[in-house]
């Protein structure tokens, strides 16, 4: 995967990644404050984190034997870029097929209507 978004996806790709940047997003936190939720090894959580963090998702640092980690939401801005595009699509999908049931709507009323003054 040599582009950026592709990379991106593929570290949101898994629940585990997505919930340590759910946490993240409430501030900066050491490896083993990450880990606690998961009933995962403690080298599955680091490899989570490297995939973060080869995406841009996150940075890591050291503090003496503290390791924080921190959330970078640059590479998240261009998924949602790229993510509205399709909800603008969509949302005038969404009109359209809205429009035409009016349309429906109204012959129908139309149409009950004819049928009562019989």
């Excluded at 998924?79 to 012959?107: C, G």
């Amino acid at each position: 995967m040599s582009d950026h978004l592709s990379i991106t996806f593929a570290a949101l790709s898994d629940p585990t990644r997505r919930a340590i940047l759910a946490r993240l997003a409430l501030g900066e936190t050491s490896v083993k404050e990450l880990a606690e939720p998961f009933s995962i090894s403690a080298p599955s959580i680091t490899k989570h984190l490297k995939v973060l963090e080869r995406a841009g998702l996150i940075t890591r640092s050291r503090d003496a034997q503290w390791r924080p980690c921190r959330l970078e939401a640059a590479p998240l801005r261009e998924v949602s870029d790229w993510v509205e595009k399709y909800r603008r699509f969509w949302d005038r999908s969404m009109n359209r097929l809205d429009d035409y049931l009016s349309t429906l709507e109204r012959k129908e009323t139309r149409k009950r209507a004819l049928k009562r003054k019989r």
